[in-house]
């Protein structure tokens, strides 16, 4: 009798455990040539940047705005003194659920390259 009581409770304990781990999956993508750039502008580049916004929700699905896509931009931006454009950059969503306690969570991220664009004549080499 305590072994199958034993193998019940074992049983239960991995139902238990698979059921309050969550599911995730993540988009995005990369994007070479970014922003709009001036044709007569020159770029200069100040280094990699990375920023992210997390929203966390109960029981409804959490929902991205515009403003937050951009927030997490300027965030982005503001790392780098004097950048005003993202060059080579990625985004990424990710999207993740515990089914159990009825958690939702989002989780934008975006990383590239701050630039400075000065428009003006183009420097020839």
Not at 59 to 88: F, M, W
Request: charged fraction near 15%.
């Amino acid at each position: 009798m305590t072994q199958r009581l034993m193998v019940l409770a074992t049983g239960l304990a991995l139902i238990v455990l698979a059921s309050t781990g969550g599911c995730s999956y993540t988009y995005g993508h990369f994007t070479p040539n970014t922003q709009y750039a001036y044709p007569n502008s020159n770029i200069d580049t100040l280094g990699p940047v990375k920023a992210e916004i997390v929203k966390t929700t109960w029981i409804i699905t959490p929902q991205l705005k515009l403003g937050d896509v951009r927030e997490c931009y300027h965030d982005a931006l503001s790392q780098a003194s004097g950048a005003n454009i993202l060059i080579n950059y990625s985004e990424d969503t990710t999207y993740t659920r515990i089914p159990i306690l009825a958690i939702n969570s989002i989780k934008y991220a975006i990383e590239g390259e701050a630039a400075r664009m000065t428009v003006g004549k183009q420097e020839l080499k």
